[in-house]
């Protein structure tokens, strides 16, 4: 009965091979996320979908493509890995239904580039 | 440019007294404020948030915070730590017309027997 989970937890490539993340929401959610985390725990939002559409954007590098299937999905793909990806990966939903809500994070992927 | 600062690194208590994590925040229009906590090679979990009304919002596992608007504050307290709460606590803040949330760095909270 996972809220928000991830696959896979783990993940260690090398350098310039491309992977994908996938996370799903099972809590009927409009609005999913994706962020990262840095060695030094510092968390920072990449993307963020509302009903399958893009709605942020930071300044992520075009190597990293966010797609959507539907409203229970968001997957991450990342091409040409470098050293500096290595990082763990949060995908969080929220609803706005109602107003502004919680967001409810997964249990991350730890992704190590070598 | 709107922020959050979590002023410490680290954060030192004995099991049974209390506890205080500051946070700061600097945003324009009125903020959603909440707060994560992530236990060791585990994702966040929801604490508590303030929204609207009452300054002093209660949470999860006996943690609640204090909304102090003049000192743009969210200070996370517990009147009585346990060594099970020693994990890194972060505050977010929410801008009113965006639905990202912005962390500080995280505080670490570590509890002594």
């Given at each position: 009965?996972?809220?928000?989970?991830?696959?896979?937890?783990?993940?260690?490539?090398?350098?310039?091979?491309?992977?994908?993340?996938?996370?799903?929401?099972?809590?009927?959610?409009?609005?999913?996320?994706?962020?990262?985390?840095?060695?030094?725990?510092?968390?920072?939002?990449?993307?963020?979908?509302?009903?399958?559409?893009?709605?942020?954007?930071?300044?992520?590098?075009?190597?990293?493509?966010?797609?959507s299937p539907d409203k229970a999905h968001l997957n991450l793909h990342i091409n040409s890995l470098e050293l500096g990806d290595s990082a763990v990966y949060f995908c969080a939903s929220s609803t706005t239904r109602g107003g502004r809500e919680t967001q409810y994070f997964g249990p991350g992927t730890r992704l190590l580039v070598l | 440019a709107q922020s959050v600062?979590?002023?410490?690194?680290?954060?030192?208590?004995?099991?049974?007294?209390?506890?205080?994590?500051?946070?700061?925040?600097?945003?324009?229009?009125?903020?959603?404020?909440?707060?994560?906590?992530?236990?060791?090679?585990?994702?966040?979990?929801?604490?508590?948030?303030?929204?609207?009304?009452?300054?002093?919002?209660?949470?999860?596992?006996?943690?609640?915070?204090?909304?102090?608007?003049?000192?743009?504050?969210?200070?996370?307290?517990?009147?009585?730590?346990?060594?099970?709460?020693?994990?890194?606590?972060?505050?977010?803040?929410?801008?009113?017309?965006?639905?990202?949330?912005?962390?500080?760095?995280?505080?670490?909270?570590?509890?002594?027997?």
């Open positions: 009965d996972t809220a928000v989970s991830q696959t896979p937890k783990y993940l260690v490539t090398q350098m310039g091979n491309d992977k994908s993340i996938k996370c799903e929401q099972n809590l009927g959610h409009d609005t999913m996320y994706w962020y990262k985390q840095d060695s030094k725990k510092f968390l920072k939002i990449m993307f963020s979908y509302n009903n399958k559409e893009l709605i942020i954007n930071e300044t992520v590098p075009n190597r990293f493509s966010p797609k | 600062a979590q002023p410490e690194d680290q954060v030192n208590v004995a099991e049974g007294n209390p506890l205080t994590v500051k946070c700061t925040y600097s945003v324009s229009g009125n903020p959603y404020l909440f707060w994560y906590v992530q236990y060791p090679n585990r994702g966040l979990q929801f604490l508590l948030k303030y929204i609207t009304g009452d300054n002093l919002v209660k949470g999860s596992y006996g943690f609640e915070a204090e909304f102090n608007k003049s000192q743009t504050s969210f200070h996370l307290k517990k009147p009585s730590a346990l060594v099970s709460d020693s994990a890194l606590y972060f505050c977010a803040v929410r801008p009113f017309n965006t639905d990202k949330l912005i962390f500080g760095t995280g505080t670490r909270l570590q509890v002594f027997p």
